[in-house]
């Protein structure tokens, strides 16, 4: 187990996103030790903005000290207005090895739901099954972009082993919860080559897949055919989830006129 590099306080902590399936979000930690190098759209926009400057630098989380306090201001000035907080759009919940970050995320989660707000959790880490026990509404997800270990490795070099990931997700299904997975940033065959039957085969039990392609790469847009891989993609997605029931969302530019 690691611990946090530091501690740093925030003057807020809840608000609205422009991600297009999100609605309020927080961040209570700065960087994370995944490591992803898709790149990581979060790590380039907090050195665009000069929060961090360095790879290393940015593997080396910290986390809010004050979050707890933020929210307990917060909640009853916006609680009318959130239908749900996501859990996280630029650090992980839940980050693998970081018992600090998941007893705040738990705690933030807890404190939420007090007030019947829906949290919607998305990690590269281990969902603990302790989450089970929590509002029936909340939303537990994992990112998998691929079954091959050494492909995660080599992309998500601090995160979650694909399996471990998918273990934990199960569990909380088993359990009654409401499941979800993020396939994106989906890669190319220039990257890996590899079936996207057998992950949406592997997350077939969850209620909601969403999928999105790579961005911000420029091997991805270097491979002639992305276009007409990502629509074919989209589609497998579709049918595939169409077939059984579950919700689905293609990300915004997934698809487009090749």
């Not at 990931?165 to 080559?193: D, F, M």
């Amino acid at each position: 187990m690691m611990k946090v590099a530091g501690y740093i306080e925030r003057k807020s902590m809840l608000y609205q996103t422009g991600v297009e399936y999100g609605d309020y979000t927080m961040n209570h930690v700065l960087g994370c030790s995944h490591g992803c190098k898709y790149p990581c759209y979060a790590f380039l926009l907090k050195k665009r903005f000069g929060q961090v400057k360095t790879y290393e630098e940015w593997r080396s989380p910290f986390l809010v000290s004050n979050t707890l306090e933020l929210l307990e201001k917060e909640i009853p000035r916006l609680k009318d207005k959130i239908q749900s907080v996501q859990l996280c759009f630029t650090t992980d919940p839940f980050m693998y090895g970081y018992p600090e970050i998941q007893d705040m995320s738990i705690a933030a989660i807890r404190r939420l739901n007090e007030d019947h707000i829906k949290c919607c959790i998305l990690t590269k880490g281990l969902l603990p099954i302790e989450l089970k026990d929590l509002y029936s509404e909340n939303e537990y997800g994992i990112t998998l972009i691929s079954l091959d270990e050494d492909y995660r490795k080599k992309t998500e070099p601090g995160a979650a082993s694909y399996a471990d990931r998918l273990a934990a997700l199960k569990s909380l299904h088993e359990a009654g919860c409401k499941t979800w997975v993020s396939i994106e940033p989906y890669p190319t065959p220039n990257l890996i080559n590899q079936s996207l039957g057998e992950i949406l085969e592997a997350v077939s039990f969850v209620d909601k897949i969403i999928f999105g392609r790579t961005n911000y790469s420029k091997t991805v847009t270097e491979y002639k055919e992305n276009k007409h891989f990502y629509n074919e993609c989209a589609e497998e997605v579709i049918t595939f989830c169409e077939e059984r029931g579950i919700s689905y969302h293609i990300k915004a530019k997934t698809q487009t006129e090749e």
